[in-house]
């Protein structure tokens, strides 16, 4: 081959590098601008329309934006119904929605995973545990006295990050490669999901409640909780983002990456923290709701390569439309019967992640 015919090969190699980024962006502003649209909609859906009965949407929006000009107070009753129920669980919803796919997103480029969740860690059979302990056997925190508001949430946050730091315990004693961080994971997990068995067959008056939070709802959803979910997880997501550059690095092997300048040990650390928090404060407030984690940021990275400045923001987007949707299904299904919306999220999730593991997966590059 001749001088010529290398650089020739070489300036192809790099249009098609180009090409490959700019379709990648393009893809990016289209998912972006679709998410947003669809959350939207889905916002202004649940405003709406729930088991509580229909407001057409041009009613709801003004009577929604009419009871925050009076801060809440001195509302009619449809105004009443809307700012006290209806908008406080479409924002949690986002917010969990968001924060679950963005931890969902860090777990699988930590763990070089694409079939990894934010409950690999153990977090969720964690909080489980200890929010079971409180609402099947009544039991009670010392420091929180007789507030019984966020007994259950305090609860949970500290079962899934006693979880969390056990797995990380026994992964990194092992080794810590990613493969040790699911066995952990899948081991931590089992032991708590076995103590929480026991608690429930000791409930008595109080197991079903604890059943309808296992499998997740945005039902007691109040505006204090609402903004308790929304702005952290939000908050967390968003700074996960400013280390999205790190994670394209991560993703190229730890040897390489630590090769490049990166502390990989420390980054993997603080980065399964982060990622546990944000998980352990979506599960706080309205239990625990699987598939959202795993397959929004699986989606995002078959759309969108491994550019963790694309995937992230994506995520994020395409996680609250998730939910949000999900929590409508789950109020008007049967109205006026209300499912759990972790069930919700399972049934939309399990056809979708299948057809694109058979459609894209032997295409899929990780």
Same mark, same amino acid.
Request: glycine letters at 10%; a positive charge; proline letters at 4%.
């Given at each position: 081959m001749t001088d010529s015919?290398?650089?020739?090969?070489?300036?192809?190699?790099?249009?098609?590098?180009? $090409?490959?980024?700019?379709?990648?962006?393009?893809?990016?502003? #289209? =998912?972006? $601008?679709?998410g947003i649209l669809m959350s939207v909609f889905a916002l #202004? =859906?649940?405003?709406?329309?729930s088991s509580g009965g229909i407001i057409p949407i041009d009613k709801a929006v003004s009577s929604m934006f009419s009871a925050i000009r009076?801060?809440?107070?001195?509302?009619?009753p449809e105004e009443l119904y809307i700012y006290r129920a209806r908008l406080?669980?479409?924002?949690?919803?986002?917010?969990v929605g968001a924060g679950l796919s963005v931890a969902g997103c860090m777990y699988q480029a930590l763990i070089r995973n694409p079939l990894v969740d934010p409950y690999i860690t153990g977090v969720s059979s964690g909080a489980g545990c200890l929010a079971v302990s409180?609402?099947?056997?009544?039991?009670?925190?010392?420091?929180?006295?007789n507030n019984e508001l966020y007994m259950i949430p305090v609860a949970a946050i500290i079962g899934g990050l006693?979880?969390?730091a056990l797995t990380m315990t026994v992964a990194e004693g092992a080794g810590g490669t990613p493969t040790n961080y699911i066995l952990a994971g899948v081991i931590v997990g089992f032991a708590f999901s076995s103590v929480q068995t026991i608690f429930l067959?000791?409930?008595?008056?109080?197991?079903?409640?604890?059943?309808?939070?296992?499998f997740g709802s945005f039902a007691n959803i109040t505006w204090e909780n609402a903004l308790l979910v929304l702005v952290p997880t939000l908050g967390i997501s968003l700074m996960a983002m400013l280390w999205a550059r790190e994670f394209n690095l991560f993703s190229l092997g730890e040897e390489q990456a630590k090769q490049l300048g990166l502390n990989t040990k420390r980054f993997k650390r603080l980065m399964m923290i982060i990622a546990s928090v944000l998980t352990a404060l979506c599960v706080a407030f309205c239990g625990v709701i699987g598939f959202v984690g795993l397959i929004i940021p699986h989606a995002c990275r078959m759309a969108l390569g491994s550019d963790h400045r694309l995937i992230m923001p994506a995520?994020?987007?395409?996680?609250?439309m998730l939910m949000l949707f999900s929590d409508i299904i789950a109020r008007t299904a049967l109205m006026p019967m209300e499912l759990p919306v972790g069930a919700i999220t399972a049934i939309i999730g399990t056809p979708i992640f299948a057809y694109m593991l058979m459609s894209r997966g032997r295409s899929y590059k990780g």
């Amino acid at each position: 081959m001749t001088d010529s015919d290398k650089v020739k090969n070489a300036l192809q190699k790099d249009d098609a590098e180009e $090409s490959e980024i700019r379709i990648k962006k393009k893809r990016f502003i #289209l =998912i972006i $601008s679709f998410g947003i649209l669809m959350s939207v909609f889905a916002l #202004l =859906i649940s405003i709406s329309i729930s088991s509580g009965g229909i407001i057409p949407i041009d009613k709801a929006v003004s009577s929604m934006f009419s009871a925050i000009r009076k801060g809440g107070e001195n509302l009619n009753p449809e105004e009443l119904y809307i700012y006290r129920a209806r908008l406080p669980r479409a924002l949690a919803a986002i917010g969990v929605g968001a924060g679950l796919s963005v931890a969902g997103c860090m777990y699988q480029a930590l763990i070089r995973n694409p079939l990894v969740d934010p409950y690999i860690t153990g977090v969720s059979s964690g909080a489980g545990c200890l929010a079971v302990s409180v609402i099947a056997l009544g039991t009670t925190l010392p420091f929180l006295g007789n507030n019984e508001l966020y007994m259950i949430p305090v609860a949970a946050i500290i079962g899934g990050l006693l979880a969390f730091a056990l797995t990380m315990t026994v992964a990194e004693g092992a080794g810590g490669t990613p493969t040790n961080y699911i066995l952990a994971g899948v081991i931590v997990g089992f032991a708590f999901s076995s103590v929480q068995t026991i608690f429930l067959s000791l409930a008595k008056d109080n197991i079903s409640n604890a059943m309808w939070w296992m499998f997740g709802s945005f039902a007691n959803i109040t505006w204090e909780n609402a903004l308790l979910v929304l702005v952290p997880t939000l908050g967390i997501s968003l700074m996960a983002m400013l280390w999205a550059r790190e994670f394209n690095l991560f993703s190229l092997g730890e040897e390489q990456a630590k090769q490049l300048g990166l502390n990989t040990k420390r980054f993997k650390r603080l980065m399964m923290i982060i990622a546990s928090v944000l998980t352990a404060l979506c599960v706080a407030f309205c239990g625990v709701i699987g598939f959202v984690g795993l397959i929004i940021p699986h989606a995002c990275r078959m759309a969108l390569g491994s550019d963790h400045r694309l995937i992230m923001p994506a995520s994020i987007v395409l996680g609250a439309m998730l939910m949000l949707f999900s929590d409508i299904i789950a109020r008007t299904a049967l109205m006026p019967m209300e499912l759990p919306v972790g069930a919700i999220t399972a049934i939309i999730g399990t056809p979708i992640f299948a057809y694109m593991l058979m459609s894209r997966g032997r295409s899929y590059k990780g």
